[in-house]
């Protein structure tokens, strides 16, 4: 054989060689890293995501008005220019099995008793078909958590002993208003106290496009005449920090609020905190609660 015509095959060859490696390299090492880089900036835009809408409730349990607020959450990623596959996932709000407090009212001859029970929803983000690892993320109790299977931590603190759960000084608020009788005394009293619950039928919203969690606030009064008692109890099975930082959020407020000589607070050992109400002057007590519903769309 020709060496002339053996040289054109062993180039040939030789090219087939360097292609072959070339796209085995750009397979195995460029296109996962990329992907993974890609997965990266999407985790880090529900990040974003979360630590916004988290605030955006914090404002509006502060600022209790009828109020609609919305964040887009990107539920997949891990695309680029050469490979356009995107992982999925899945956005859930989750109603709490059981209130973190409830607000016990007696009034009128003979007494009767009206129960309120608040609650406070969570809502998550967990992934599908992730490219670079099963990272999540979940709200819960005011603070955002990076999720692992059954492991979470919170994002913006060191450890879960380090959160210091502000959202619960928006969770309640009391004024009283002077006795034009009896200035000594008070007639009227607003408690602000805020309740977070799902949208019935938009509790998942699963992909790998754009969803959105949408918080709507509405405020609704509710008056009660010849008051004689008012109860607030929390639930003893909340995260103990939560509990201890809701209970000194009302303490402050009951110290700093009744200026009131016929209100006569009494702190139980079981830890409820009671409020009782002399007949003179008549206490009206107007409890305003901030509906705060959570929707995944």
């Not at 085995?24 to 995501?49: C, I």
């Not at 929803?121 to 109790?141: A, I, K, L, R, T």
Request: net charge negative; glycine share 8%; hydrophobic share 35%.
């Amino acid at each position: 054989m020709s060496e002339d015509a053996v040289a054109p095959v062993v180039a040939g060859m030789l090219i087939l060689a360097v292609s072959v490696t070339f796209f085995a390299a750009w397979n195995a090492y460029y296109v996962p890293s990329m992907k993974a880089q890609s997965e990266l900036t999407h985790l880090k835009e529900v990040e974003t995501g979360f630590l916004r809408f988290s605030s955006d409730i914090e404002t509006v349990a502060s600022l209790k008005k009828n109020m609609r607020l919305s964040e887009p959450i990107p539920l997949g990623g891990g695309d680029f220019m050469f490979d356009a596959t995107k992982s999925g996932g899945t956005l859930r709000v989750q109603n709490a099995t059981t209130g973190y407090m409830r607000i016990l009212i007696a009034n009128g001859t003979p007494p009767t008793t009206t129960s309120s029970i608040l609650r406070f929803s969570n809502y998550s983000y967990q992934p599908v078909s992730n490219f670079w690892q099963d990272q999540g993320y979940e709200w819960s109790y005011g603070k955002v958590n990076v999720t692992k299977g059954t492991l979470a931590t919170p994002l913006q603190f060191t450890g879960m002993e380090d959160v210091d759960y502000g959202v619960t000084g928006t969770l309640f608020d009391l004024n009283t208003v002077p006795s034009e009788e009896s200035p000594a005394g008070c007639s009227w009293m607003n408690i602000d106290v805020v309740n977070i619950t799902p949208v019935a039928g938009y509790t998942i919203s699963s992909g790998n496009g754009n969803g959105m969690l949408v918080l709507e606030s509405t405020v609704t009064s509710q008056q009660f005449s010849n008051a004689t008692r008012m109860t607030v109890r929390l639930n003893p099975y909340i995260p103990g920090r939560f509990r201890t930082a809701l209970n000194n959020s009302i303490n402050q407020r009951l110290d700093v609020s009744v200026f009131c000589g016929n209100v006569h607070t009494t702190y139980l050992t079981n830890g409820d905190i009671r409020m009782d109400f002399d007949p003179i002057p008549n206490m009206t007590l107007n409890r305003r609660t901030t509906e705060i519903s959570l929707g995944a769309y």
